[in-house]
C-alpha cells in the first residue's frame, strides 16, 4: 500500500499569499495517477488536480500541481476567501488507493 | 455534470449490516466507467472502499474485503454498497463517487451520508 504524507498539517497564511502543500508517497507513483481534493467544511471534496498537473475545467488556474516519483506539490498562487479548506492528495495508481491525511490551510 | 446521491439508514447497530446505495443522475451508469465509495470518519481522513463498473467488475480495499460488497443495478442507474459486521470503527460519512476510465479514481462526488453504528 502506498503511504502518502501531506505536509504541513497546517498552513496559517493571508488572503493574497502564496501556498504551497507537499505530497510524499512511500513508493514512486505514476504522474498519471496522483489527484489533490479539496474540502470545505461540511461539504463533500472536491477533484482539483488529477493526473499531478491536469486542472479540473472550472477550476481557477491560481491552483497548479506538479511532482513527480514520490514529492508532489499543490500550489495555491493567491488565497482568495474561498480557498480556506483542507487539501488531500490521493493516489490511484494500484489497489487500495489511499489519501493523504491532510493540509488545513487556514485564515492567519 | 454527473450527479451522485447517497441514501440508506443513518444508525445502524453493531454487529448488524450498513447497506446504502447511491442513485447517478446525468449520466448512464452503464456507460463503461467505474463507480466507487469512500468513507471519512468524523473529523479524520479519507478511506478508499472499493468500485465497481456497470459489468460488476469490483475491486476492494485489502483491509474491507472481507466484509464489504458492491453491487450495481443498471436498470436504477445505481449501485450499493453492504457492509458485514458493523462496529463503533465504521462510524463515518460515506461518500459515492464516479470514478472515472481508472477504478481507483474520484472524480464527481456525492454530498455524502453519515451512518453512525451505535446500539
Known amino acids: 500500500e502506498v503511504v502518502l504524507t501531506q505536509s504541513p498539517g497546517t498552513l496559517s497564511l493571508s488572503p493574497g499569499e502564496r501556498a504551497t502543500l507537499s505530497c510524499r508517497a512511500s513508493?514512486?507513483?505514476?504522474?498519471?495517477?496522483l489527484a489533490w481534493h479539496q474540502q470545505k467544511p461540511g461539504q463533500a471534496p472536491r477533484l482539483l488536480i488529477y493526473g499531478a498537473y491536469r486542472r479540473v475545467t472550472g477550476i481557477p488556474d491560481r491552483f497548479s500541481g506538479s511532482g513527480s516519483g514520490t514529492d508532489f506539490t499543490l500550489t495555491i498562487s493567491r488565497l482568495e476567501p474561498e480557498d480556506f479548506a483542507v487539501y488531500y492528495c490521493h493516489h490511484y495508481e494500484t489497489s487500495p488507493a489511499t489519501f493523504g491525511q491532510g493540509t488545513k490551510v487556514e485564515i492567519k | 455534470q454527473v450527479h451522485l446521491q447517497e441514501s440508506g439508514p443513518g444508525l445502524v447497530k453493531p454487529s448488524e449490516t450498513l447497506s446504502l446505495t447511491c442513485t447517478v443522475s446525468?449520466?448512464?451508469?452503464?456507460?463503461?466507467?467505474?463507480w466507487g465509495w469512500i468513507r471519512q470518519p468524523p473529523g479524520k481522513g479519507l478511506e478508499w472502499i472499493g468500485s465497481i463498473n456497470h459489468s460488476g467488475t469490483t475491486y476492494y480495499n485489502p483491509s474491507l474485503k472481507s466484509r464489504v460488497t458492491i453491487s450495481v443495478d443498471t436498470s436504477k442507474n445505481q449501485f450499493s454498497m453492504k457492509l458485514n459486521s458493523a462496529t463503533a470503527a465504521d462510524t463515518a460519512v460515506y461518500y459515492c463517487a464516479s470514478a472515472g476510465s481508472n477504478p481507483l479514481g474520484a472524480a464527481n462526488w456525492g454530498q455524502g451520508t453519515l451512518v453512525t453504528v451505535s446500539s
Open positions: 513508493q514512486s507513483v505514476g504522474s498519471d495517477y
Open positions: 446525468v449520466y448512464s451508469i452503464s456507460s463503461g466507467l467505474y
